[in-house]
């Protein structure tokens, strides 16, 4: 079973930027989808980001135009580049298939704090 371990999350003034980078313990060549969640303090976990095998994208409308997620499959490595952030994107970022329970899911790891602050 694949396992994600996430990094890159920091404290950041608003309008600041982050990129996090997921690490996978394996092979995600054959993973159609992968994803960014964040969970926020007193919120349900959030998917933010998706992108496919064959590069098709989405995001949620909250971190449209701000976050932009890539995957390199040779590196078994999945990025969300993160600029522009707004306070409401403070939260715990994990990485994963959009879907639990799909084929590739994995352990929920640590996840990455990311702290937008003033």
């Known amino acids: 079973q694949v396992r994600f371990v996430e990094s890159g999350g920091g404290l950041v003034q608003p309008g600041g930027s982050l990129r996090l980078s997921c690490a996978a313990s394996?092979?995600?060549?054959?993973?159609?989808?992968l994803g960014w969640h964040r969970q926020a303090p007193g919120k349900q976990r959030e998917l933010v980001a998706v992108?496919?095998?064959?590069?098709?994208?989405n995001y949620a409308e909250s971190v449209k135009g701000r976050f932009t997620i890539s995957r390199d499959n040779a590196k078994n490595t999945v990025y969300l580049q993160m600029n522009n952030l707004k306070p409401e994107d403070t939260a715990v970022y994990y990485c994963?298939?959009?879907?639990?329970?799909?084929?590739?899911?994995?352990?929920w790891g640590q996840g990455t704090q990311v702290t937008v602050s003033s």
């Open positions: 992108i496919t095998s064959g590069g098709i994208t």
């Open positions: 994963n298939t959009p879907e639990t329970g799909s084929p590739g899911f994995g352990p």
């Open positions: 394996g092979s995600i060549f054959s993973i159609y989808a």
